[in-house]
């Protein structure tokens, strides 16, 4: 049996062997990440831990954050999480929102209370992680909490006291004393939310502790009715989902297995939004990509050579080599002849840029 941490030297170890560097220009860097990136929406992050709310907000020059064990590369440090790799997660901005990628050996992340290896997070919404024992909220939301209503005809409804809000059925709604909640109420800074999955709508916790009003305990998805009463903090809220919603018992104890999605290679369109996702083979898999239909992936461009570069799959990460090509293969910016590459990063070849990422 591999401990965690012979794991972990291995890694470095097959890093080492394929990290070679390359002298790219700086100023080309820059400007195809300022590219990649464009204007960066600003999140928000609280670390929620001993019953109390810590902020880990970065500016919005940075693009990219880091979680895990490692006190050099890791933005925010969990040193105390057994099974936690180096860099277990990363949460970066790509193509006009923030994707959360977990990028660690083992799939260890809850999002909203449903176990999954990404997710992403668009302008004016929220999620929870988990990750291990350390539970997090990240949010979109400005303090104005602009709601566009045009982007989903599916809505529901929130009476806190006497107030009436309609959501859309695709955003998250915090509950907590926190200004960046959608419901304020006294009490914790975050208490709960309100997310769907599927056909449903559901109550989630972040805190341990907290139980939905019918006993049942918030710490796992509770799935909702159609008309929900329960009380959070000192506040009354009755919830109205739409007449097409489901409530389907034991439906958060049949999830599919979201940790076990195959990686892809996620295309960035020119327009900035997400586009084609190219499907990698399993661990042990050695393919070629280029312009050449002979090639395992095969895409039409002229920037791309024939055979462009070669991909040998390790896992839940990948190796690329350089197959010679004309306009190069670059990393993160930086020009690559042989790399190993994580979910998360940005790959560019010749002009097509793609992101390392899972299928769900």
Same mark, same amino acid.
């Given at each position: 049996?591999?401990?965690?941490?012979?794991?972990?030297?291995?890694?470095?170890?097959? +890093?080492?062997?394929?990290?070679?560097?390359?002298?790219?220009?700086?100023?080309?860097?820059?400007?195809?990440?300022?590219?990649?990136?464009?204007?960066?929406?600003?999140?928000?992050?609280?670390?929620?831990?001993?019953?109390?709310?810590?902020?880990?907000?970065?500016?919005?020059?940075?693009?990219?954050?880091?979680?895990?064990?490692?006190?050099?590369?890791?933005?925010?440090?969990?040193?105390?999480? &057994?099974?936690?790799?180096?860099? +277990?997660?990363?949460?970066?901005?790509?193509?006009? +929102?923030?994707?959360?990628?977990?990028?660690?050996?083992?799939?260890?992340?809850?999002?909203?209370?449903?176990?999954?290896?990404?997710?992403?997070?668009?302008?004016?919404?929220?999620?929870?992680?988990?990750? $291990?024992?350390?539970?997090?909220?990240?949010?979109?939301?400005?303090?104005?909490?602009? /709601?566009?209503?045009?982007?989903?005809?599916?809505?529901f409804k929130v009476e806190a006291g006497a107030e009436s809000i309609d959501?859309?059925?695709?955003?998250?709604?915090?509950?907590?004393?926190?200004?960046?909640?959608?419901?304020?109420?006294?009490?914790?800074?975050?208490?709960?939310?309100?997310?769907?999955? $599927?056909?449903?709508?559901?109550?989630?916790?972040?805190?341990?502790?907290?139980?939905?009003?019918?006993?049942?305990?918030?710490?796992?998805?509770? &799935?909702?009715?159609?008309?929900?009463?329960?009380?959070?903090?000192?506040?009354?809220?009755?919830?109205?989902?739409?007449?097409?919603?489901?409530?389907?018992?034991?439906?958060?104890?049949?999830? &599919?297995?979201?940790?076990?999605?195959?990686?892809?290679?996620? +295309?960035?369109?020119?327009?900035?939004?997400?586009?084609?996702?190219?499907?990698?083979?399993?661990?042990?898999?050695?393919?070629?990509?280029?312009?050449?239909?002979?090639?395992?992936?095969? /895409?039409?461009?002229?920037?791309?050579?024939?055979?462009?570069?070669? /991909?040998?799959?390790?896992?839940?990460? /990948?190796?690329?080599?350089?197959?010679?090509?004309?306009?190069?293969?670059?990393?993160?910016?930086?020009?690559?002849?042989?790399?190993?590459?994580?979910?998360?990063?940005?790959?560019?070849?010749?002009?097509?840029?793609?992101?390392?990422?899972?299928?769900?």
């Amino acid at each position: 049996m591999i401990s965690s941490n012979n794991k972990c030297d291995d890694m470095d170890r097959l +890093q080492m062997l394929f990290e070679v560097p390359d002298d790219t220009n700086p100023i080309f860097k820059q400007c195809l990440l300022n590219e990649i990136y464009g204007n960066i929406t600003p999140i928000y992050i609280y670390r929620l831990e001993d019953d109390k709310c810590f902020d880990c907000s970065f500016g919005i020059e940075k693009n990219t954050i880091k979680i895990g064990t490692d006190p050099v590369e890791a933005d925010i440090i969990l040193d105390h999480e &057994p099974g936690m790799s180096k860099i +277990q997660l990363v949460i970066k901005f790509i193509s006009k +929102q923030w994707f959360i990628i977990e990028c660690g050996e083992t799939c260890m992340m809850l999002v909203n209370g449903i176990k999954k290896r990404q997710t992403n997070l668009k302008p004016e919404n929220s999620c929870v992680l988990k990750v $291990g024992k350390t539970s997090f909220v990240l949010s979109t939301n400005t303090p104005e909490h602009k /709601i566009d209503m045009n982007t989903s005809s599916r809505k529901f409804k929130v009476e806190a006291g006497a107030e009436s809000i309609d959501y859309p059925f695709s955003k998250t709604v915090l509950i907590g004393s926190n200004p960046i909640c959608d419901i304020c109420t006294e009490g914790d800074d975050f208490m709960g939310l309100i997310s769907s999955f $599927g056909n449903s709508l559901y109550f989630y916790s972040p805190a341990d502790g907290q139980f939905y009003t019918e006993g049942k305990s918030a710490e796992r998805p509770v &799935p909702l009715s159609l008309e929900n009463n329960f009380v959070l903090g000192a506040t009354q809220l009755k919830l109205y989902a739409p007449e097409d919603a489901k409530k389907i018992p034991g439906a958060f104890s049949l999830l &599919p297995d979201y940790s076990a999605s195959h990686l892809v290679l996620m +295309q960035l369109t020119e327009e900035g939004e997400i586009g084609k996702k190219l499907i990698l083979p399993g661990k042990g898999h050695s393919i070629f990509l280029g312009r050449d239909k002979e090639n395992y992936l095969s /895409i039409e461009n002229s920037k791309i050579s024939r055979k462009h570069v070669q /991909i040998i799959m390790y896992g839940n990460s /990948i190796v690329l080599v350089d197959c010679e090509s004309t306009n190069g293969t670059f990393v993160n910016g930086d020009k690559i002849i042989k790399k190993l590459v994580y979910p998360g990063d940005l790959i560019m070849f010749g002009d097509c840029k793609y992101v390392l990422a899972y299928s769900e």
